[in-house]
């Protein structure tokens, strides 16, 4: 699946849709994979670096990725409920020359949310790894 198709997916647009593939993905899983790390217009850049903590958006879009595909491409509405046991191997990426690569598994799936655990490598080089709770139907 390519950019094109992911940004039927997932609410973000343009230069706000972090992931470039989705690779492979179940009923459990999903991969994805991106080089706008290297993006000098980056939407998340600062002072020109792009800093490790923003993995988490990534990961948390290719959950929104699985979602929708899971649901037949039209995803329940929800938003990051919560970060658990975030761990940052970098202090930032937008140094790294690979393209990342994205694995969430879904450990729960509830009516009122999903949770997983994802890491985010570049090659064999593990950048970011934690649990994101998402919660669905959560009026803004």
């Given at each position: 699946?390519?950019?094109?198709?992911?940004?039927?997916?997932?609410?973000?647009?343009?230069?706000?849709?972090l992931l470039d593939r989705v690779?492979?993905?179940?009923?459990?899983?999903?991969?994805?994979?991106?080089?706008?790390?290297?993006?000098?217009?980056?939407?998340?850049?600062?002072?020109?670096?792009?800093?490790?903590l923003h993995l988490t958006e990534?990961?948390?879009?290719?959950?929104?990725?699985?979602?929708?595909?899971?649901?037949?491409?039209?995803?329940?509405?929800?938003?990051?409920?919560?970060?658990?046991?975030?761990?940052?191997?970098?202090d930032r990426i937008d140094t790294?020359?690979?393209?990342?690569?994205?694995?969430?598994?879904?450990?729960?799936?509830?009516?009122?949310?999903?949770?997983?655990?994802?890491?985010?490598?570049?090659?064999?080089?593990?950048?970011?790894?934690?649990?994101?709770?998402?919660?669905?139907?959560?009026?803004?």
């Open positions: 699946m390519n950019r094109e198709q992911l940004l039927q997916l997932i609410p973000h647009a343009g230069r706000m849709c690779i492979a993905h179940s009923d459990r899983d999903i991969e994805c994979t991106t080089g706008t790390h290297r993006d000098p217009g980056h939407a998340l850049r600062r002072d020109g670096q792009l800093a490790a990534y990961a948390a879009q290719a959950m929104a990725a699985h979602g929708a595909l899971l649901a037949g491409g039209n995803a329940q509405p929800g938003m990051l409920a919560a970060l658990r046991d975030i761990r940052l191997h970098t790294i020359d690979a393209d990342l690569t994205v694995h969430a598994v879904r450990r729960l799936a509830q009516r009122d949310g999903s949770l997983y655990d994802f890491n985010v490598r570049a090659g064999e080089r593990l950048l970011c790894e934690g649990r994101i709770a998402i919660a669905f139907g959560v009026l803004l």
